[in-house]
């Protein structure tokens, strides 16, 4: 809609807007300006219906009105989960300069797009089921298919045809599905109108780009060691998830280093009729208990997580199947050492996530600690192991926990440190020297200034000098 006589002539803050808007059509872009996020448009019509925030019109300085929907920046982590479970791509952008230190507008940009299948915040994932970003890329009835859950590392990768992609999907149940725009016809194409669906340029499934990526990503120059060597459609499907990762800025994920194969030989894949009719992780009928609701007993939310993909994606392979059983019956006789187990699980928390924040640079102070403690607490774990019968010894070995870093961690950071790092007073004295020197004048400016001014009055002769901030 034009203004009278002309052009609506955009302020310097909506130009802004619109070219970052621009970058990330297909998200909701939660727009600092000052202690506030705002959504403009159909953006603030789309929050104030899922957010339940108050909708109103502005014409910000020109001439025509646009719709505005705003909350304060601190309540990011209550308003993003609800968007996000709602199935909406979020683009973040935040202030990239203080205000106070420019004369012209505020250099802003896209910091983090949180998306169903990419987000790291406690709010929006299940604790105790993985959160999945899946991809998927066809020819002739054929598929490659990845699954990648960013807050643990695992990133899965297999092919099969319309029945053995329809079952891994099926299975790992992913919040998010990248598809190529540029498929035409076949299962793709028929993928594309799920929900959870996301189209991507056909280039970012290129086979050459794909492979370029893995092998990036994981610091080698061969896939053969992962077994995926054959998997081209695989390859291509897993190389598409590593270019979300960078468009939608989590490029930092040193903890996806290695890639498995998912192999029909070794599980079975069931449908989504035989899962739905067994009730293996969702009820038929409202309120009933499920198969996983029944034997979760869990102390970890890895634990759960765990027994889900067992429950769904059960072993074919008789050997595995007996060295489990083979567990199962140790700890059955070792009462002791099942008790030290449970009181050390219990300490763990879960560690697989801390791990992930950690290395995606997102983790928080008191998480630091925890970390730590879920270190320590793996080494008891191994330990009790060790002693106890060879079919539980053997998974001993599997454990190496890094305690040079939990003691790093515990001689850095305060033991009642603050939740969040932006509170401060989270690194111990004595760790930096820069930084104690920087508490101290934070912490005594009114002397240190007193101290100045008697010292440059005694230098200067002028009694009634005044040193001032």
Not at 18 to 32: S, T
Not at 46 to 68: C, D, F, H
Not at 307 to 313: I, M
Not at 344 to 357: P, S, Y
Request: charged share 25%; hydrophobic share 40%; glycine share 10%.
């Amino acid at each position: 809609m034009g203004a009278q006589g002309g052009k609506a002539k955009k302020t310097p803050l909506m130009a802004q807007y619109q070219r970052i808007k621009e970058q990330h059509p297909d998200a909701v872009l939660l727009f600092r300006v000052g202690d506030f996020y705002e959504t403009f448009g159909p953006d603030a019509v789309t929050a104030s219906r899922v957010l339940g925030i108050v909708l109103t019109k502005r014409n910000n300085g020109g001439a025509v009105e646009v719709e505005l929907a705003g909350f304060p920046h601190h309540a990011l982590d209550t308003y993003l989960p609800k968007l996000v479970r709602a199935g909406h791509r979020v683009a973040i952008c935040d202030q990239l300069e203080d205000p106070k230190q420019t004369k012209t507008i505020v250099k802003r940009g896209v910091t983090e797009v949180v998306t169903p299948g990419l987000s790291f915040h406690d709010q929006v994932v299940d604790h105790r089921a993985n959160n999945w970003l899946a991809a998927v890329v066809g020819e002739s009835g054929h598929a490659g298919v990845a699954f990648l859950d960013i807050t643990t590392g695992e990133f899965l990768v297999g092919e099969g045809g319309r029945e053995q992609v329809a079952k891994l999907l099926d299975g790992h149940a992913p919040a998010e599905l990248l598809l190529p725009k540029d498929a035409k016809g076949g299962m793709v194409q028929e993928l594309a109108v799920r929900p959870e669906a996301h189209l991507l340029e056909g280039w970012a499934f290129t086979p050459d780009l794909a492979r370029e990526r893995l092998l990036r990503q994981f610091g080698t120059t061969s896939l053969k060691g992962f077994g995926i060597e054959d998997l081209e459609l695989g390859q291509r499907a897993a190389g598409a998830i590593l270019y979300y990762l960078e468009e939608t800025r989590h490029q930092r994920a040193a903890h996806v280093n290695r890639i498995a194969r998912l192999s029909s030989g070794r599980h079975v894949w069931l449908d989504r009729f035989t899962v739905r009719n067994l009730e293996l992780v969702a009820p038929v009928n409202e309120g009933a208990r499920t198969l996983l609701q029944a034997m979760d007993r869990c102390a970890t939310p890895m634990g759960s997580r765990l027994l889900r993909r067992w429950l769904l994606f059960p072993l074919l392979d008789r050997d595995t199947i007996g060295e489990r059983l083979d567990r199962v019956e140790a700890l059955l006789k070792h009462g002791g050492c099942r008790t030290d187990l449970g009181t050390e699980l219990d300490r763990i928390g879960d560690l697989e996530r801390l791990a992930g924040k950690a290395a995606a640079g997102r983790i928080q102070p008191r998480e630091l600690l925890q970390l730590a403690r879920a270190l320590r607490s793996s080494d008891a774990i191994r330990s009790s192991l060790t002693k106890s019968d060879k079919a539980l010894a053997a998974a001993a070995g599997e454990l190496d926990p890094p305690l040079g870093l939990a003691d790093r961690i515990e001689a850095t950071i305060e033991p009642d440190t603050p939740a969040s790092l932006q509170k401060g007073g989270v690194v111990k004295e004595g760790v930096n020297t820069e930084l104690d020197e920087l508490r101290h004048v934070s912490g005594h400016a009114k002397d240190l200034l007193l101290e100045v001014q008697q010292r440059e009055g005694e230098r200067t002769g002028i009694t009634s000098l005044k040193v001032g901030f």
